[in-house]
């Protein structure tokens, strides 16, 4: 059984771009979410399936983006699959 699970992760400008592409390429990613403070300023969904030049557009928004902010957060929603031992034992 899945579940979604949200991480946050802190970045600066010059790394955000560096960090979006490798949460892409790990793959098991459905949401990513750019704020600055507590306004969000960017939210991109990831479709399981697509890729390649699908990113492409989206890259280049964040790489804009990056240009513009020194610091901001990087909210990641992931489906994990639960394991065996989270089960409750009766």
Avoid: Y
Avoid at 42 to 59: I, S
Avoid at 63 to 89: K, M, Y
């Amino acid at each position: 059984m899945a579940r979604t699970v949200w991480e946050t992760i802190q970045v600066t400008g010059n790394q955000l771009a560096d960090a979006v592409q490798k949460l892409i390429e790990a793959g098991n990613v459905r949401r990513i979410r750019i704020r600055q403070g507590e306004k969000t300023i960017a939210e991109f969904p990831l479709t399981v399936g697509v890729v390649g030049a699908m990113f492409a557009p989206m890259l280049a928004a964040v790489g804009a983006l990056a240009a513009l902010i020194t610091e901001c957060t990087i909210d990641i929603e992931r489906e994990v699959e639960d394991s065996a031992d989270d089960t409750p034992q009766n």
